[in-house]
RNA sequence: UGGGGAAUAGUUUAACGGUAGAACGACGGGUUCUGGUCCCGUUAGUCAAGGUUCGAAUCCUUGUUCCCCAGCCA
């Protein structure tokens, strides 16, 4: 995986890395520990997969380590089964934190004497103001905020109303501790920012031991400090932080001082990626949940058949850097494409089926033709596919009045069958209303494998299932969740939903052996895109999901109306 | 009107005072038993204005635009 790095020919590559390697040429460390810090309030998406390859790729390509630590502060927000799932993703990413899971409830004691600490610096008081009194106190982003009254409180004072607040003797709300910095700072965060409120509420892996809770600021800093983590790596949104992190650290006993960088956050175009966005999603039933293959989180995106390579290489490729960026999906989409088209084993299925018949195929007969499995890999080997009277073809694939371009089948037009026949049409049936409903068709016995002896050329090779043989599928088609590049901001970003997001298709029709390929194989419906077997499969019907389509030059045609010229 | 961050092809991203390069996309062509893959080519960029310098994306000045911050969320 690091490969490069032994190449001697890696650069700077970004300007994270450039700070790692100076930091080790000037020994400010030896070994480079970074952390990945989920809240466990919600599902991972592919913003956090971002994340995840930056801390756990540098420790890997620096032979350091990365934590798995969890970010388990308001327990009013975060469930258990969220812990479990971060987890189960993580590995599924491809990475793995060994023996270093943390949460930062594991180091609630030392947070508490570190409150205790800073009290007797004289550096945090307890406040008694409500939270809308505190607003008022706190100044706007232009004027500077004022002093709270409790906040010369004496030490002991605060010592007592402190351990009181830890005894439960107090309502939620009624008094906080906070860090006695600088009311007047430009910066809001310095303004005595709140670090412990009394939340009564029972903790997910503590349980009801507190009442009260230190916030993010308190807690995660001083995490990184316990841990001995060198180099913690944030969004942008935290670089206001970055002076309350310091200023914290300098002031308690911390056995390690750690530095907080930070780097932008990933956006995506055509989906949304904040955490309340996504949960209305799910809420409001606009998808089906949070593994709905429309949703870009990682249970949606592994749902949907995008291997967990091609989701790395993907945040290889976005890079990390301060600037604010959305990339296109289309980049997904072509790493997804880039792997699985090496490795999907290559089957045919028809997704709108119209029926043929060979009327000089004898009757009641039927024959195995050799089929490649991978034209990118010949260790795939073949397989064979079952030809008969009756196939089905793609409806698609067939226009009574073809334009000059289309190559496929029409009246009179020969075509070859993949791996099977050429085949030319010799009949239309059409029902009542006119709608094509079979055709009638003569095949060339010495085409047999897919080439004429005579050299014969032609423009269209179709993919088809012999009806016989066929097994019924159910396959889902995917578009993007909403029609913009650039969903709105504010509520209003409902409206950009696609309405065609999602697309059932029944009664299609898959080669025999896609039902002997193991569940999770990832497969390539030959001329259709990349696919895989859905958990809502069962004895009585497969299911698939288009996780991404073939490129296709025909459909930029037809789009740009030039199908006739 | 406070504090912080950022501006390079359509989108991301390189460059560390010395030829602005790549990927994705778009467009055109070649190969092809997938209108796929692969191959070749075209398109297109330094936010602006000054300054320093033999030489500026890079250094300085001024300005412009965009993003984040007023939770007892993270």
Known sequence: M?????????????????????????????????????????????????SMCLNFGVAEEFSGRCHLRFDDTNPTKEEHEYIESIQEDVRWLGFDWGEHLFFASGHFDTLYEWAQHLIRAGKAYVDDLSPEEMREYRGTLTEPGKNSPYRDRPMEENLDLFTRMKAG???????????KVDMASGNINMRDPVIYRILHAEHPRTGTEWCIYPTYDFAHGQSDAIEGVTHSLCTLEFADHRPLYDWLIASLPVPFVPRQYEFSRLNLTHTV??????????EENHVRGWDDPRMPTLRGLRRRGYPAPAIRDFAQRVGVTKSDNVIEVQLLDHCARELLNKTAERRMAVLRPLKVVIENYPEGEDELLDAVNNPEDESAGKRQ????????????????????????????????????????CTEVIKDDSGEVIELRCTYDP????????DGRKVKGTLHWVSAAHAIAGEIRLY?????EAEPSAGEGFLNGLNTESLTVLEGCKLEPSVAELPADAALQFERQGYFNRDPDSNDERLVYNRSVGLRDSWAKIVAKGGANT
């Open 2 to 50: 690091n490969d490069a790095a032994h190449d001697g020919d890696e650069g700077s590559k970004d300007f994270v890395r450039e700070v790692i390697r100076e930091d080790l040429e000037a020994g400010r460390t030896q070994t480079v520990v970074t952390r990945f810090p989920p809240e466990p309030n919600g599902y991972l998406h592919i913003g956090h997969a971002k």
């Open 169 to 179: 003797e107090f309502k939620e709300g009624a008094r906080v501790l906070r860090a």
């Open 273 to 282: 990626l904040s955490k309340r966005r996504l949960i209305q999603l799910v």
């Open 385 to 424: 596919v079952p030809f008969s009277r009756e196939i089905y073809i793609e409806r698609e694939d067939f226009m009574e009045d073809p334009p000059k371009k289309f190559f496929r089948l029409g009246p009179g037009r020969e075509v070859r069958l993949r791996y099977a026949y050429f085949i030319t």
């Open 446 to 453: 010495a085409t047999r494998g897919g080439d004429a002896p």
């Open 479 to 483: 578009d993007h969740l909403f029609t």
